[in-house]
């Protein structure tokens, strides 16, 4: 598949929050009936977003559940985990435990991997649409924990993966087959030091592991602040 990747720059970061926010209040608001389940990315740019979108009232359809992209394998409630940073919207939302499908890192890594794919299969053995997935893009060019040509190859036929991230902490990660049945994948991208993989990735260079991670997915727009577009060549 030749999958596009569109950005759409803004002006502010604060511009991007907030289109980030009415993005996923949408979502939130028009899960419909049917199993549908978003996934959040990590890191510090979605984060605001996520605190504005917990300061809001909303009924969430009884079908929402929510996945992540990635986890570092630390404690749940460790500054570090990804899911801990977004606790502050799952409380707004009210979602029961079951529809929060997190990695267990209360588990040996290796379990935490097999229980987080069981999880995701689930998902899809259950027909969930899956509209919308956020994703960050790493200054080193990476994608969710995905960072090498290794991870990619590991990844290939499954949809966990567990990975030894540069930072020294091991991670559980999506892979692109499970990429792949997102409708719409997301890059939420901020910061000056993301311009050079920002290019890359738009660019579609081999050394971008963010580009050939999503190169199946339908639908890849990239939402980027001016300080990380245009690329630093331009």
């Known amino acids: 598949m030749n999958t596009a990747f569109r950005v759409r720059p803004f002006e502010s970061r604060a ?3 907030d289109a980030l926010t009415e993005r996923l209040a949408r979502e ?3 899960a419909g009936q049917s199993p549908v389940a978003l996934m959040l990315s990590g890191g510090h740019t979605p984060l605001q977003a996520y605190r504005a979108l917990a300061t809001r009232t909303f009924t969430p359809a009884s079908s929402l559940a929510i996945f992540y992209s ?7 409630t460790s500054d570090a985990s990804n899911f801990h940073a977004t606790r502050v919207l799952l409380e707004a939302l009210g979602l029961p435990a079951e529809r929060i499908h997190r990695v267990r890192t209360e588990l040996p ?6 229980d987080y794919e069981r999880q995701l299969r689930e998902l899809l053995r259950a027909n969930t649409r899956l509209p919308l997935g956020l994703l960050g ?4 060019g990476h994608t969710a924990s995905l960072f090498t040509e290794a991870d990619l ?7 966990a993966v567990g990975v030894q991230r540069p930072d020294g902490r091991a991670g ?3 892979t692109p087959d499970m990429l792949a049945h997102i409708e719409h994948v997301l890059f939420v991208v901020a910061g000056v030091d993301k311009r050079a993989a920002l290019s890359a990735f738009v660019e579609r260079r081999p050394d971008s592991v963010a580009a050939r991670a999503v190169a199946s997915c339908p639908k890849v727009d990239v939402w980027a602040d001016r300080d990380a577009w245009p690329p630093a060549s331009s």
Do not use: C, F, M, T
Request: hydrophobic share 40%; no cysteine; proline share 6%.
């Open 137 to 140: 893009l790493g200054a080193d």
């Open 172 to 174: 559980v990660s999506v």
């Open 70 to 76: 990635d986890e570092r394998h630390v404690p749940p």
């Open 153 to 159: 190859q590991r990844a290939q036929g499954k949809l």
């Open 28 to 30: 939130i608001d028009h």
């Open 15 to 17: 511009a991007l929050n």
């Open 109 to 114: 890594l290796d379990r935490a991997v097999e």
